[in-house]
């Protein structure tokens, strides 16, 4: 079929329309009796092969070859050893061996470099054979791609520069870089992108030797940084790469991936003199790659594939890694930290996963939170609040999908580990956080308040007559982030003076206010951090404030200005001390459904699953230690409440005796 029509007319070997007889005729073969047999077998069908002149034919013998090397792998390499390595020209059929490729019954690297030495060596036959497969595979056909026969495009890309040049040969040439181009023209300018392919197949094959040494990725990247002579082309020749493999991502196409990495990698440590221009390049790099995910994403919808870009991102983070350029290793995090955050869940939901993956990656946070600066502090701030701003909302849906709670899983054990390794992390950023947090997601807001500083030993909170007054730490304010309470803009200033000077509209003020949710917890916070500490909370003008809030509150406004307290009852300090205090007061001089509120927000932050604020445990301890609690009508209204709080206390006293 294929030998005898014009090189114009010619089609890629065609797939069998499913379903088909060809691969039930195949499963009926019954196994040989013995190699012998196995091996005649195997020489008849491929002798059969060779003859096929149909597409049936083709794909039939091709099938029952497969199954025979399934059978027997001593036939499998005696075969493949023939095909690939002997000078025969009966094998040159470029239908048959693409057909071969189709069903990946060849190892297409060794395949690659034989073809290429028998072009050096100009055997018979050999350049219309290779012109032909080339055209079926990557013109007529989408089975394989440029990488997979990189030295045999490049010795026919350098016959055509000889005078005598084959017409076939240069046709050929000039259809790879029309289609090389055709995605390009309206960015590429001069640059042949059939050769910035090429050079990039090449650095992916020298990726993949065994013996590749540093100079001789060197030297291939001298000369890509000689193509690539400004920031356009460079940032042309990152869309040529990062496209080559998320096109057309199969398990085939891993290695151009880590290959990508480790030239992102050298490039940034050639790319000029200054240090300027290797942050330039990474930048560049990192914002073709984000344009292209972002392309992917808008283009594919629910069938966007992530893994593609999962594995780049990781393999230029650690390729970059490696480098240790002390004077832009910093630098470089920063500008792979703000790629992250550019491609947050929120704005890219189809990457979420891959997304939490790159931001739990084992080097990333320890890198970030260890800087000598605060830059990556900041940056690591970001981040989370990114994460909690793209999973929160999720969570307060009615019903939640699989998909959301995995999300939620791996957020709980991402912020586990900050929580375990960066305490003072989580400690310095919690009214960032906490204010994200859903008041329903308990145990996630129970893990960021439990943070406490490394060199802190907490007392038992079930010591007998523990007091919080007496502790020093109690005296002691909280290092934390001040950027929370920007979002009061001028209140700060009218909470300022009014701990100075109590005006009696004030309340009435901040009651208008606070009708937005949002402001209570910076106010709550900021208006309590602000009261003094030796002045008496029967006096304090924050126990005032927030009396005359619950008083006017609904019960859903009162719920969560207790709620906003309860959030700084965490390590002793002078914050947790303050507001301990404020609640078990206004326990004690609010009516009845305040006193139950106030139960209910400590009782529902205990019942779930540790970790549990060391302040939340000193201050219910202390509370339920009165007797007088045990008489109100909210601990007995139910068996089930009853039997709750019973639990509670035997569990309390078996810890306290």
């Known amino acids: 079929m294929f030998a005898h029509k014009p090189l114009a007319q010619r089609q890629a070997p065609p797939a069998l329309p499913h379903p088909h007889d060809a691969p039930f005729l195949n499963g009926s073969i019954n196994p040989p009796l013995g190699l012998h047999a196995n091996l005649m077998a195997k020489l008849e069908v491929v002798y059969m092969l060779y003859k096929s002149n149909t597409p049936f034919a083709l794909e039939a013998y091709t099938g029952f070859l497969q199954s025979l090397f399934e059978m027997s792998m001593d036939v499998a390499k005696e075969a493949i050893a023939w095909i690939v390595y002997a000078d025969d020209e009966r094998k040159y059929n470029a239908p048959v061996m693409a057909m071969l490729i189709r069903h990946e019954m060849l190892p297409l690297k060794e395949y690659d470099v034989q073809l290429a030495k028998l072009i050096h060596a100009r055997a018979d036959g050999i350049i219309d ?35 005598d040049a084959p017409a076939n040969v240069v046709e050929l040439v000039d259809d790879l870089e029309k289609q090389a181009n055709a995605l390009y023209m309206d960015v590429k300018g001069d640059i042949n992108c059939l050769e910035l392919r090429m050079l990039f197949s090449q650095w992916a094959r020298i990726c993949q030797h065994p013996m590749a040494s540093d100079p001789m990725y060197r030297q291939l990247v001298s000369k890509i940084l000689a193509v690539t002579t400004d920031d356009d082309g460079k940032c042309l020749f990152f869309r040529l790469c990062i496209e080559s493999f998320a096109n057309h991502f199969t398990r085939r196409t891993i290695h151009l991936i880590d290959a990508f990495g480790k030239l992102v990698a050298y490039m940034v440590m050639m790319e000029g003199d200054t240090e300027d221009a290797k942050i330039k390049l990474y930048s560049h790099a990192l914002s073709t790659l984000i344009l292209v995910l972002a392309k992917h994403h808008g283009t594919h919808g629910t069938d966007f594939n992530q893994k593609p870009f999962l594995r780049v991102l990781t393999a230029i983070f650690t390729e970059t890694n490696k480098l240790h350029i002390e004077t832009i290793d ?13 491609l947050q869940p929120s704005r890219f939901p189809g990457f979420a996963f891959s997304w939490l993956q790159l931001l739990s990656h084992r080097a990333l946070v320890p890198l970030l939170l260890v800087a000598k600066d605060n830059k990556g502090w900041v940056v690591c701030q970001k981040l989370v609040v990114a994460l909690l701003q793209f999973l929160c909302p999720l969570l307060q849906r009615r019903q939640l999908q699989k998909a959301t709670c995995a999300f939620y899983r791996g957020t709980l054990r991402f912020l586990v580990v900050l929580l375990h390794d960066f305490p003072e992390f989580l400690c310095e950023n919690y009214m960032v956080f906490a204010q994200l947090i859903p008041h329903g997601c308990i145990q996630l807001r129970n893990l960021v308040l439990s943070a406490f500083p490394r060199i802190m030993h907490l007392p038992d909170p079930f010591t007998p007559n523990l007091r919080l007054d007496l502790l020093p730490e109690s005296k002691q304010a909280p290092s934390m982030v001040c950027s929370y309470s920007d979002a009061l803009g001028p209140w700060k200033q009218k909470i300022e003076a009014y701990v100075k000077v109590r005006t009696p509209t004030f309340c009435v003020e901040a009651f208008e206010y606070l009708k937005q949710p949002e402001r209570l917890g910076p106010f709550v916070h900021y208006l309590g951090s602000q009261s003094a500490l030796d002045e008496s909370i029967e006096t304090n003008a924050a126990t005032a404030v927030y009396k005359y ?33 404020v609640l078990l007061y206004l326990f004690d001089h609010q009516p009845e459904h305040i006193k139950e509120q106030i139960t209910r927000v400590l009782l529902e932050r205990l019942i779930v699953n540790r970790p549990h604020p060391w302040g939340l445990l000193a201050t219910f301890i202390e509370l339920i230690q009165d007797p007088d609690f045990w008489g109100h009508y909210f601990v007995r209204c139910s068996p089930d409440i009853e039997r709750l709080f019973d639990n509670v206390s035997k569990s309390i006293k078996r810890t306290t005796a």
């Open 129 to 163: 054979f290779a012109v032909d497969l080339i055209r079926i595979c990557l013109l007529l056909s989408t089975m394989t791609t440029l990488e997979d026969h990189v030295l045999t495009v490049a010795m026919l890309h350098d016959m055509v520069k000889e005078k």
């Open 330 to 342: 910093a630098s470089l995090l920063v500008v792979f930290s703000d790629a992250l955050y550019t």
């Open 549 to 581: 809030l619950l008083t006017n509150m609904t019960a859903e406004g009162s719920y969560l200005l207790l709620n906003s307290i309860a959030d700084h009852l965490r390590y002793p300090n002078s914050h947790t001390y303050f507001f301990s205090a």
